[in-house]
């Protein structure tokens, strides 16, 4: 168990709908990390969020956004969603420095299933 | 576009032998490498890094090689356990102020009793 928790673990969707993924961090870790897995493009690195600022950004598309609360969790939202958003989406968190080099603790992952 | 490349989707080692997992990369910006260890129905892991002012990395039985020329780096476990079998996953960083995060597409681990 890393410590890092995500809900819900299981979403199934319409396309075109709108959906918010929660992440919470390990206790005192200040940056959340959000991560897609597809079947066909293994795992892409989404976007960095560090104290409640942005501070990288990966293959984030338009339709998805994030932010991350006073209290350090994380929401991943996903708007407008198409068959090809289905995927596992991690939500990892990191408590050193902010750069992308420090040591990432994952969660589970939530499976999201477009239909 | 695949910067950091894993050709290798799948490798079966007898237990006790050296597993060693390969990767790839084109971009010359990358100063930052890592392996990701994955199980089914888990997140990844973090197992071992390595910066590029280095060429290799020890950490017990996992050991990290880069060989900047050729862009290529290697993962060697030894002696290899039924309990490594999963997905690894390597993982780059580029340089800058724009810093990246890069993974590979996985190479699953089967070790054999």
């Known amino acids: 168990d890393s410590g890092v928790t995500q809900t819900p673990k299981h979403l199934i969707t319409a396309t075109g709908q709108r959906v918010t993924l929660r992440c919470s961090p390990r206790?005192?870790?200040?940056?959340v990390y959000w991560y897609q897995q597809s079947l066909d493009q293994g795992l892409q690195f989404l976007i960095q969020y560090y104290n409640g600022e942005e501070r990288a950004k990966g293959n984030i598309l338009e339709r998805f956004s994030a932010q991350q609360f006073p209290d350090l969790h994380s929401e991943l939202n996903l708007s407008s969603l198409e068959l090809g958003d289905s995927a596992l989406y991690f939500c990892?968190?990191?408590?050193?420095?902010?750069?992308?080099?420090?040591?990432?603790?994952f969660g589970p992952g939530t499976r999201l299933t477009v239909l | 576009d695949q910067q950091v490349k894993q050709n290798s989707p799948s490798l079966s080692v007898q237990e006790g032998r050296i597993s060693i997992l390969n990767c790839d990369y084109t971009?010359?910006?990358?100063?930052?490498f890592l392996w990701y260890k994955k199980y089914p129905a888990e997140g990844p892991t973090f197992l071992i890094s390595i910066s590029s002012i280095k060429d290799k990395n020890e950490d017990g039985r996992f050991t990290v090689f880069l060989n900047k020329s050729a862009k290529h780096l290697s993962l060697h476990i030894v002696p290899s356990q039924p309990g490594d079998s999963a997905v690894y996953f390597c993982?780059?960083?580029?340089?800058?102020?724009?810093?990246?995060?890069?993974f590979g597409s996985g190479t699953q681990l089967t070790v054999l009793p």
């Open positions: 990892a968190s990191s408590a050193t420095t902010g750069d992308l080099t420090d040591t990432q603790y």
């Open positions: 206790s005192g870790d200040l940056s």
């Open positions: 993982a780059a960083i580029s340089s800058g102020s724009a810093r990246q995060l890069t």
């Open positions: 971009n010359s910006m990358f100063d930052y």
